[in-house]
């Protein structure tokens, strides 16, 4: 099995009363994108759209080759480590880590360590996995 080729991770929080300043107030780093509902947005295409409900969305970069363990720490390590405050957040709104897998070959794989696995689990928060190959 070969090394996965891609692989690209967003922490994202979602519910329709979510208001992205305390978010950001209480995980202690700025999004990359957030949004109350009723506000606007742009897509990753760069059209404009209205949110239906409140969200905050961390991303890191793409890495080639993947490196899903690595990117989950970049975007943990860098907001509180107080559990009381993500408990909190992940009981009030939906939350996950998702992660896009890009595959060349059918039979490429990735893992990510314990302690990683451990922190998801700490904080409540659901791994969201898409797999995608290329043509």
């Known amino acids: 099995m ?18 992205p300043n305390e978010v950001t107030a209480l995980l202690q780093g700025e999004p990359t994108a957030g949004v109350a509902a009723g506000g606007t947005w742009l897509t990753s295409l760069g059209r404009e759209k209205t949110a239906k409900e409140g969200s905050w969305r961390l991303e890191t970069v793409r890495r080639e080759p993947g490196d899903l ?20 957040l992940t009981s009030r709104y939906r939350a996950d880590i998702f992660c896009g897998l890009f595959l060349v070959e059918h039979n490429e794989g990735i893992s990510i360590s314990s302690e990683t696995a451990l922190k998801i689990g700490q904080r409540g928060l659901k791994l969201d996995l898409d797999i995608y190959v290329r043509d």
């Open 69 to 88: 363990d690595g990117q989950i720490a970049e975007l943990l390590d860098q907001l509180t480590s107080d559990l009381g405050v993500w408990v909190d």
């Open 2 to 19: 070969g090394a996965l080729q891609e692989t690209a991770t967003t922490l994202r929080f979602f519910g329709p009363t979510l208001d």
